[in-house]
C-alpha cells in the first residue's frame, strides 16, 4: 500500500466520493477486511457493502488481499490501495483550475490554482514513476512564520524574493547535457484558526 494516492479519473472520483465507499475506503485503510466484518462494524447489510466494495475494486481504490474459506464458502478480503487518496484537478477536466487563467498573481485563486497543478502534475509523475518501481526525486519545505506587522510581512517577501532569485540564477543551467527541469513554487497563506486549535491539542496529548 502506498501512502498517498492521487485520483484522475472522473469515474473513480465519484466512487470515491460516495459517502458509505469512503468509509470503507477509511476502514481498508487501516487493515484488510471482509465484507462481513465491514457490514457488522458499520451497521450495514452485507449485500450492500458487498456492491460498494466492487464499485471501488473496479476502479483500482481497493483490491483483494487474501482469500479465506470456511466450510463450502470463500471469504474475500481488501485492503485499500492507499492510506489516503486525493482528487486531481485533472478530474474535472476543462474546468479544472489552471494557473495561466488568472490574472491577478497576488490573489487567493492565484495560489489555489498553482496547489491545484502541483497535484495534477506530480500525482502524473509519480503514478509513472511507482509503475516503474522509481522513486521520483521532489523537495517540500514546510514551516510557519509569525509577522509582527504587515511592514515586516512586506520586507520578508523582498528578502526571499531576492535568495530565491540569486539561488536561481546560480544553478539554473539550460545547457547542461541530460539536465531536467524543475517547478519551484514558494507559496504563503495565513494559518486557518481550526488548525492552530490542532496544533495545540496535539501537544496537549
Do not use: C
Not at 487563467?101 to 485563486?109: E, I, M, N, P, V
Amino acid at each position: 500500500m502506498i501512502d498517498i494516492a492521487v485520483i484522475d479519473d472522473p469515474a473513480a472520483a465519484t466512487v470515491a466520493l460516495d459517502p458509505v465507499r469512503s468509509r470503507l475506503l477509511a476502514e481498508l485503510a487501516a487493515e484488510p477486511a471482509s465484507a462481513a466484518s465491514l457490514a457488522a462494524r458499520l451497521g450495514l447489510p452485507r449485500q450492500k457493502v458487498n456492491y460498494h466494495l466492487r464499485a471501488l475494486e473496479a476502479h483500482d481504490l481497493v483490491r483483494e488481499t487474501e482469500q479465506r474459506r470456511w466450510g463450502g464458502l470463500t471469504e474475500r478480503l481488501f485492503v485499500a490501495t492507499a492510506g489516503s487518496y486525493v482528487v486531481s484537478p485533472a478530474a474535472l477536466g476543462p474546468v479544472a483550475a489552471d494557473p495561466g487563467r488568472t490574472r491577478d498573481r497576488l490573489s487567493a485563486g492565484y495560489l489555489i490554482a498553482l496547489a491545484a497543478r502541483v497535484v495534477r502534475e506530480v500525482g502524473a509523475l509519480w503514478r509513472r514513476a511507482v509503475d516503474a518501481d522509481r522513486r521520483l526525486a521532489t523537495l517540500s519545505i514546510d514551516t510557519e512564520v509569525r509577522f509582527a506587522s504587515a511592514s515586516e510581512r512586506a520586507a520578508f517577501t523582498k528578502d526571499l524574493t531576492l535568495a530565491i532569485t540569486t539561488l536561481v540564477a546560480r544553478y539554473h543551467n539550460t545547457s547542461a547535457p541530460g539536465g531536467r527541469d524543475y517547478r519551484l513554487l514558494v507559496m504563503a497563506h495565513p494559518r486557518p484558526a481550526d488548525a492552530a486549535r490542532k496544533d495545540r491539542h496535539a501537544s496537549q496529548e
